[in-house]
């Protein structure tokens, strides 16, 4: 137990005076967008962002079992409200953060044609999606299938992974030949890191809308209040959409 307040005091005492940390749980497919701005949130404010990634699904249960987040950044609405109802969260501080786009990814360049058409080739053996029980682009994703018409005939060859996050990694290990990811995740400055991608139309699943919302746990923290008021604001919209997600 001394080495823990000590631990705790050794972390207060590292922090500039008046500045604090903010603990948010973040969706895994917004983690590397979240790095960039909590640089910028640590610059304007003193306040500092540890942050944990993982599917929606996930920190939604960590969440009801008591986990000490302050902020959640999730990758749907519906989580957010949940929270809401049972008492967890803020109502008022919940607001859509940024939309996400869905694509269809290989690592292999040329794999990946402009509509999506290599999802009818039965010669490919894998397909990596993000498990729709637990991650919103699962979801997306297995909607897309379905529209398609595409869903039987991939029974048995789906790879299904906890996150999207893990769906890409499986894509870039060459463990699946395609893979449903965040748009986010394979482009960079507008520009395909590598590979071939197919960015799926809207119409072919339901909005991805990715809403945060201030936890019970931060409701009287000054950092979690202003990293929601940052989140909002110009510099870090400007960020959001330059990783590759709607306005």
Not at 62 to 75: K, R
Not at 137 to 146: D, I, K, T
Not at 181 to 194: D, F, K, S
């Amino acid at each position: 137990m001394r080495a823990v307040v000590f631990a705790a005091l050794v972390c207060a005492l590292a922090l500039p005076a008046g500045a604090a940390e903010v603990l948010v749980a973040v969706a895994s497919n917004f983690s590397p967008t979240l790095a960039e701005l909590a640089r910028g949130f640590e610059a304007s404010s003193g306040h500092q962002v540890k942050a944990a990634a993982g599917p929606t699904g996930r920190l939604h249960a960590q969440i009801m079992s008591g986990a000490p987040f302050e902020v959640l950044l999730a990758a749907d609405a519906h989580t957010p409200q949940r929270l809401v109802q049972s008492g967890h969260a803020v109502a008022a501080s919940r607001f859509t953060y940024a939309q996400g786009q869905l694509a269809l990814w290989s690592a292999q360049p040329g794999l990946v044609d402009a509509h999506g058409a290599v999802l009818a080739n039965p010669a490919i053996r894998h397909l990596a999606i993000a498990n729709p029980r637990l991650a919103p682009y699962g979801q997306a994703a297995l909607e897309v299938l379905r529209a398609r018409g595409l869903e039987q005939a991939w029974a048995g060859r789906m790879v299904m992974a906890e996150s999207v996050g893990q769906a890409q990694a499986y894509v870039a290990s060459g463990n699946a030949e395609l893979g449903f990811v965040a748009v986010a995740q394979v482009l960079q400055g507008g520009r395909l890191m590598r590979g071939s991608v197919w960015l799926v139309p809207a119409a072919l699943h339901a909005p991805i809308n990715q809403q945060a919302v201030l936890l019970k746990a931060g409701e009287k923290s000054a950092a979690a209040q202003a990293f929601i008021h940052y989140l909002a604001s110009a510099p870090a919209r400007a960020v959001i959409q330059a990783h590759g997600y709607l306005p």
